[in-house]
């Protein structure tokens, strides 16, 4: 799957500072190989279900604490500076297992930035940017500590916390970084036998660096595991209800969180929804659908630009489509010069993909597959694809993609058991997208060689009892399908629907006044917008 994530403005607005690009997106996000993680579809999409969605109910835990867990929430957060002015930080520890709370601990990194004040404190606002694997703590210190809406830091603490499994939390790791290197040059859309067999040995070597470097954290990654472990940091933090904003796959993480707990739900905003309900190969043809339809809306607003080097005036998606899909080609059959590295298909896939998630970021990718296609420069499309693998101009991978995976292979049993189901299901993925299909059928074969059995499946979250809960939805939204939002409002007894018409991954805090005035009232107030509220 694609990452799912919300992309972190900076100076060129809609990406951020260490990477051209996000997370999902704080998250995040998602690409190219074993951990892409979401894509979107409009209204309008007629992509035909081929499952139908789980019907089974994700079921609450009792109200009362049992008291094998009780020295997990009345822990006493020892706060210190963290490196970074304004901020503190702590570590918390939940069980590694909850089944067998006696078997170990798991260490959570915990970030905060207090109330600025003036006005009464209304407690801790808990954030995730999505992912899985997106780093909340970085994400609160470089991003949403400095540019969240003056009302609402000065009304609560800005909380996050890295999920069990992600960055400064305790962490899964796979590979090191020449390997990854090697990885993502891995060719995803194979031509032969040959080439299939060693798509699916990268797979097989991806699975067994994660499995032979933590196997006992990798069993205990999901979903499920970080929603509980946030009800312990709600605990910790002196919160009676947990007030929280989630990003693309933090609205999976916090919905989870309210059919666990619905009687602790406070003010929660779930961004850019996923659909629960949903198996893995369904979500992932519906994200593939997704980035078609937001390739179409790059594409119709690239020919009206005098620099689009895929057509000009008057061509039509269908054509730039082909256009793009012609350089694919070439660069499958040899890469191009890209500052000292080459640049093949896959990576430049992934380039163009991370730019689906924000129409800001659509002029950087014109410049870049100009010079890729009429320069044989491929350093600025480069430049997209290590910001969605989070690759650092040293080299080094954060812990992103290796997260990714393990939570995802973990949440959910594999869409594919090996090659001859993929190859399948290639005529689906392919109408889906005809530019992007074939890759992203290929990618979803990741988890078939996941050394942890999956513990997850498909359910419904209908959080009965809880307080409003606000789910939005952007129409056209590259990561997380409209109808994801849809399916989650009518799911979530208490939803309230609103939603963004417009482009992009994820809406608060894009540029829409609409959406983030009720949002920021829902915040602030406790009024929730009213169910079906559109802005633009």
Not at 105 to 123: E, F, H, M, T, Y
Not at 275 to 290: E, H, K, V, Y
Not at 332 to 342: E, F, H, N, V, Y
Not at 506 to 512: E, L, V
Request: one cysteine or more; aromatic letters at 8%.
């Amino acid at each position: 799957m694609h990452i799912r994530r919300a992309l972190r403005p900076n100076s060129s607005r809609g990406l951020r500072p260490r990477t051209p690009l996000r997370a999902a997106r704080a998250g995040g996000t998602l690409l190219a190989a074993a951990a892409l993680l979401a894509s979107a579809c409009s209204p309008g999409t007629t992509q035909r279900r081929t499952e139908p969605a789980a019907d089974a109910a994700l079921a609450a835990l009792p109200r009362a604490t049992p008291p094998i867990l009780s020295p997990y929430y009345e822990q006493k957060p020892a706060w210190r500076s963290c490196g970074v002015s304004g901020f503190e930080c702590t570590t918390v520890k939940a069980p590694l297992d909850y089944d067998r709370p006696d078997a170990g601990d798991v260490r959570l990194a915990v970030a905060r930035k207090k109330a600025s004040g003036p006005g009464k404190r209304l407690g801790s606002l808990l954030l995730n940017p999505g992912g899985p694997g997106g780093a909340a703590v970085a994400y609160l210190q470089h991003y949403a500590g400095v540019g969240y809406p003056a009302e609402i830091s000065a009304r609560y603490d800005l909380v996050a916390t890295d999920p069990r499994g992600v960055s400064r939390s305790e962490s899964v790791q796979c590979l090191d970084d020449r390997d990854m290197d090697t990885y993502t040059q891995t060719d995803f859309t194979p031509d032969d036998s040959k080439e299939t067999d060693a798509l699916v040995a990268a797979y097989r070597k991806f699975a067994e660096g994660c499995g032979a470097r933590d196997a006992r954290l990798l069993r205990h990654v999901s979903t499920m595991e970080a929603a509980r472990d946030m009800d312990i940091v709600r605990a910790v933090l002196g919160d009676g209800k947990l007030n929280y904003v989630g990003a693309s796959y933090g609205t999976f993480l916090g919905a989870t969180y309210a059919g666990l707990f619905p009687d602790r739900v406070g003010r929660l905003v779930l961004d850019g929804a996923m659909d629960p309900s949903l198996s893995a190969r369904q979500m992932n043809l519906d994200q593939t659908a997704g980035f078609e339809e937001a390739f179409q809306s790059f594409a119709k607003d690239c020919v009206q630009q005098s620099d689009c080097p895929l057509g000009g005036r008057g061509a039509t998606p269908k054509q730039v489509g082909e256009q793009l899909a012609a350089f694919f080609r070439r660069l499958d059959a040899r890469s191009i010069p890209a500052g000292g590295r080459r640049l093949g298909e896959s990576l430049a896939t992934t380039g163009v993909i991370a730019a689906m998630y924000d129409q800001a970021a659509w002029p950087q990718l014109r410049s870049a597959l100009a010079s890729a296609m009429k320069q044989n420069d491929g350093s600025a499309l480069l430049a997209l694809s290590d910001s969605y693998y989070e690759r650092d101009s040293g080299g080094h991978y954060s812990n992103l993609m290796y997260a990714n995976a393990a939570v995802n292979c973990l949440d959910l049993p594999a869409p594919f058991a090996g090659p001859e189901q993929v190859e399948e299901y290639l005529p689906a993925f392919e109408k889906a997208s005809p530019v992007f299909g074939r890759g992203l059928a290929w990618n979803t074969l990741n988890c078939a060689y996941w050394p942890v059995k999956p513990t997850g499946r498909p359910h419904r979250i209908e959080a009965k009892g809880a307080a409003p809960i606000v789910v939005v939805g952007t129409t056209r939204d590259p990561a997380t399908p409209y109808r994801w939002a849809q399916s989650l409002s009518r799911q979530l007894f208490s939803a309230r629907l609103l939603t963004y018409d417009g482009d992009g991954h994820t809406a608060y805090r894009r540029g829409s006044r609409c959406i983030d005035s009720e949002i920021n009232t829902y915040l602030l107030q406790g009024t929730p917008p009213a169910n079906g509220k559109r802005c633009s």
